[in-house]
């Protein structure tokens, strides 16, 4: 079946720093793929999404790139702040025969940013 | 105005009791998922209804049973809950569309089992 894979944390950086969290995936269709955050005590928002190949999702800072020569989706922030500090997680979503949207989620990563 | 609202936010029960976790959505849309997540963070799709219809039954113990008595309510009963049901449940809901569209989540609903 369908997977993402993110790459493992906890990552911990200095505020202003550059952030790479990488994220590759296995489907047999075209999905569409996305990056939700969860900050502390909070349901999932979606910070950015793609619906197809060489498309680049952006939002506060935030970019990926749909590269499907590379099956990935790599979340980067060129400086990131403290209240950047959440899970982040990996997700494709794919249609099943009935139509219906199943999003399936790589592990999370935990960012924690230093002042 | 809250988009998903889940009800309660934290929930303690006892091993063997039932006990059901509501939501609700005021954003439109037609679809709506139940997800858990466990204590490592990974996140899982449960069930998903359409227009009450449902659409996605992944591999879960028949102790769990979505109810939707419309299309903006997704309500998750719980029989006999057992230890390893303890995790976060989000709610979530979404257009029907072909995986182009978001899905927006609810708070999410802390359920330990004790």
């Known amino acids: 079946g369908d997977s993402v894979t993110q790459m493992e944390g906890p990552v911990t950086l200095s505020e202003e720093a550059f952030l790479t969290i990488n994220c590759t995936y296995t489907?047999?269709?075209?999905?569409?793929l996305f990056w939700y955050v969860q900050y502390p005590g909070e349901g999932l928002q979606l910070l950015l999404k793609a619906t197809k190949a060489d498309d680049k999702g952006s939002n506060k800072g935030f970019e990926a790139t749909y590269r499907k020569e590379t099956t990935s989706f790599h979340l980067e922030k060129g400086s990131v702040q403290v209240s950047d500090s959440a899970v982040y997680f990996c997700?494709?979503?794919?249609?099943?025969?009935?139509?219906?949207?199943?999003?399936?989620f790589g592990q999370g990563t935990r960012l924690t940013i230093n002042p | 105005d809250t988009a998903v609202s889940q009800t309660p936010k934290y929930l303690v029960t006892q091993m063997g009791n039932d006990k059901s976790i509501k939501c609700e959505q005021n954003?439109?849309?037609?679809?709506m998922y139940w997800y858990k997540q466990d204590s490592k963070k990974f996140l899982k799709i449960m069930f998903s209804y359409n227009n009450k219809e449902l659409i996605i039954n992944e591999t879960v113990p028949n102790r769990f049973s979505p109810k939707s008595p419309d299309k903006a309510h997704l309500n998750l009963h719980i029989n006999s809950l057992e230890l390893g049901d303890s995790a976060v449940y989000f709610c979530?809901?979404?257009?029907?569309?072909?995986?182009?569209?978001?899905?927006?989540f609810g708070p999410g609903t802390r359920l330990t089992v004790t």
């Open positions: 997700a494709l979503s794919d249609v099943s025969v009935q139509g219906a949207q199943k999003l399936v």
């Open positions: 489907a047999t269709g075209y999905p569409s």
């Open positions: 954003l439109g849309h037609d679809t």
């Open positions: 979530a809901s979404s257009h029907l569309a072909g995986g182009r569209y978001e899905q927006y």
